[in-house]
């Protein structure tokens, strides 16, 4: 599986749009970018994935760049509620060991009010 | 409420017990998944099942024994557990284990062995 960087912690204001970033420049072309949350104490929470073209859904938006390097995941509006630790995982779409979803440390964001 | 439910919750056990944990999903997935969060870890898969085969078990030692005797239920027997093994113990699935799918996680069992 391809890797990913994330940054180690953020910080966004309640109400702006916080924008986490996340480096995968090992990425291969049948590999998919997705994007989990996990609120404290609980289990993780699908949130979007893209394979190529920028993606939204009612939670976020997923920007890929071109070269499919990087990707930011965009949430619009931040609440307290989004207050969590922000997995960027990239992922095989058929294979053994396709179904593997490898959490790294991801970004932990803190919404402040 | 993701239709993925863990029981118990919180899980107290003596290194000679015998436990199980629970885990039951009401979406008609076929996949389900064992994974494993201690602290400051990252989550660590154990294993994974597909239509009620085995098809992943990520080097876990033999205390941990998986059981799934249909698509809805995953079950984790623990005995002779050792301290270290106290962690945040997830269930999740999906429709099937191809990786195209998004897997949806229960709450999770925090065990503490003691």
């Known amino acids: 599986d391809a890797k990913t960087t994330q940054p180690t912690s953020m910080d966004c204001a309640e109400g702006r749009a916080a924008n986490l970033p996340c480096n995968h420049s090992t990425i291969s072309g049948n590999e998919y970018v997705y994007w989990y949350r996990q609120i404290h104490s609980q289990g993780p929470q699908y949130i979007i994935h893209g394979l190529k073209n920028n993606e939204t859904n009612e939670m976020a938006s997923l920007i890929i760049t071109e070269d499919r390097k990087s990707s930011t995941l965009i949430l619009p509006h931040a609440t307290l509620r989004d207050t969590a630790v922000y997995y960027c995982i990239v992922r095989g779409s058929g294979g053994q060991g396709a179904q593997k979803l490898v959490f790294g440390q991801g970004t932990r964001l803190t919404i402040n009010p | 409420e993701t239709g993925v439910t863990q029981t118990p919750r919180h899980l107290v056990m003596g290194m000679t017990n015998k436990k199980s944990l629970k885990c039951e999903q009401h979406?008609?997935?076929?996949?389900m998944y064992w994974y494993k969060q201690s602290a400051k870890k990252p989550l660590e898969l154990m294993f994974v099942y597909n239509f009620k085969e085995q098809t992943e078990n990520n080097s876990v030692p033999s205390r941990f024994s998986p059981e799934c005797p249909n698509s809805s239920h995953l079950f984790l027997h623990l005995h002779t557990l050792q301290p270290e093994d106290s962690a945040l113990y997830l269930c999740?699935?999906?429709?099937?284990?191809?990786?195209?799918?998004?897997?949806?996680f229960g709450p999770g069992t925090r065990l503490t062995v003691t």
């Open positions: 999740a699935s999906s429709p099937d284990d191809r990786g195209e799918y998004e897997q949806y």
């Open positions: 979406l008609g997935h076929n996949a």
